[in-house]
């Protein structure tokens, strides 16, 4: 998605939330020179964004959300079939029951002791820069291999925009914009009730931001999984 289109949706979440911009944009400042201190020290398996897209491009992909059923949802998928990208959180469900995901999406407030061991273990990491999350950035990042970065923001240098909001929703855009041939969700539940006031607008966002690519009439090959 290109930063024009996603600009004006943006700016509504912004508002919904009560947030101000000047802190994603401040965060995506960190998250890009922590990257670039990987590059300049020649990191061995840093990546750019061609990787990323030739493990996604042509693919049919499973993007696993962290809701409480992804518990119930893997035990009905051939995880063989798939190029599996997780959701932050999702990522601890999977390697406890042995799965390690191609791809995490993260904000990196989910369990970072399991999302790091998925990553040597060869997961590419998309870290994602908020207004949140600049302590987690300068703690996690030079610890990961596989990263790429992104930001809700404007997108730059080393920072990328795919669209998308909440992890979930992200990791749909990212999907879509690195070429999937097929999408495929489990472990969503947009009407959870056991969250915080916070989490269910996020919710509520993610659900819009999905139903938008759904309703995208050259891309109808996204689903949710129902068994």
Same mark, same amino acid.
């Given at each position: 998605?290109?930063?024009?289109?996603?600009?004006?949706? =943006?700016?509504?979440?912004?508002?919904?939330?009560?947030?101000?911009?000047?802190?994603?944009?401040?965060?995506?400042?960190?998250?890009?020179? !922590?990257?670039?201190?990987?590059?300049?020290?020649?990191?061995?398996?840093?990546?750019?964004?061609?990787? !990323?897209?030739?493990?996604?491009?042509?693919?049919?992909? *499973?993007? %696993?959300?962290?809701?409480? %059923? *992804?518990?119930?949802?893997?035990?009905?998928?051939?995880?063989?079939? =798939?190029?599996?990208?997780?959701?932050?959180?999702?990522?601890? $469900?999977?390697?406890?029951?042995?799965?390690?995901?191609?791809?995490?999406?993260?904000?990196?407030?989910?369990?970072?002791?399991?999302?790091?061991?998925?990553?040597? !273990?060869?997961?590419?990491?998309? $870290?994602?820069?908020?207004?949140?999350?600049?302590?987690? !950035?300068?703690?996690?990042?030079?610890?990961?291999?596989?990263?790429?970065?992104?930001?809700?923001?404007?997108?730059?240098?080393?920072? =990328?925009?795919?669209?998308?909001?909440?992890?979930?929703?992200?990791?749909?855009?990212?999907?879509?914009?690195?070429?999937?041939?097929?999408?495929? *969700?489990?472990?969503?539940?947009?009407?959870?009730?056991?969250?915080?006031?916070?989490?269910?607008?996020?919710?509520?966002?993610?659900?819009? *931001?999905?139903?938008?690519?759904?309703?995208?009439?050259?891309?109808?090959?996204?689903?949710? =999984?129902?068994?």
């Amino acid at each position: 998605m290109k930063f024009d289109e996603w600009e004006p949706i =943006y700016k509504l979440i912004l508002e919904d939330m009560h947030w101000d911009r000047i802190y994603d944009e401040a965060a995506a400042r960190t998250l890009s020179k !922590l990257l670039e201190t990987k590059a300049r020290k020649k990191i061995p398996d840093l990546i750019d964004i061609e990787f !990323l897209r030739k493990a996604i491009h042509g693919k049919d992909i *499973l993007v %696993c959300g962290k809701a409480p %059923c *992804l518990k119930d949802d893997i035990k009905k998928i051939d995880f063989k079939n =798939y190029v599996v990208i997780a959701a932050d959180g999702a990522t601890s $469900v999977l390697i406890n029951n042995g799965i390690i995901p191609n791809v995490i999406v993260t904000d990196l407030d989910g369990n970072m002791d399991d999302e790091a061991r998925a990553n040597s !273990l060869g997961a590419i990491m998309v $870290v994602h820069a908020h207004g949140d999350n600049m302590d987690a !950035l300068g703690e996690e990042i030079p610890r990961l291999k596989k990263v790429i970065g992104t930001t809700q923001s404007v997108p730059f240098s080393n920072i =990328y925009n795919f669209g998308g909001f909440s992890d979930g929703d992200r990791s749909v855009f990212l999907a879509k914009e690195m070429g999937a041939k097929s999408i495929t *969700l489990i472990g969503f539940d947009f009407k959870d009730e056991n969250v915080t006031p916070v989490k269910k607008k996020k919710l509520l966002w993610a659900e819009k *931001l999905i139903n938008m690519i759904l309703g995208e009439d050259e891309f109808d090959m996204i689903r949710y =999984y129902n068994g």
